[in-house]
C-alpha cells in the first residue's frame, strides 16, 4: 500500500514505475500519524472501511 501526503499530487508506483495523478483518484483514508495509518490499512484490508 503507497501512502501519500495531503497535497502531494503524483505519487510513483514502486512495484511498476507508473506515476499516478492524485487528484484523479479516490482516497479511502486520512491519517496523522503513521499509527493511524496502519489501523486504516488494516481496517481497509479486512473490510471494514
Do not use: D
Given at each position: ?45 479486512a473490510?471494514?472501511?
Amino acid at each position: 500500500m503507497n501512502l501519500a501526503k495531503t497535497g502531494q499530487k503524483f505519487k510513483t508506483c514502486p512495484y511498476c514505475g507508473f506515476r499516478n495523478r492524485l487528484s484523479q483518484r479516490v482516497f479511502l483514508a486520512y491519517a496523522s500519524t503513521p499509527g493511524e495509518a496502519s489501523k486504516a490499512v488494516k481496517r481497509l484490508k479486512a473490510g471494514k472501511a
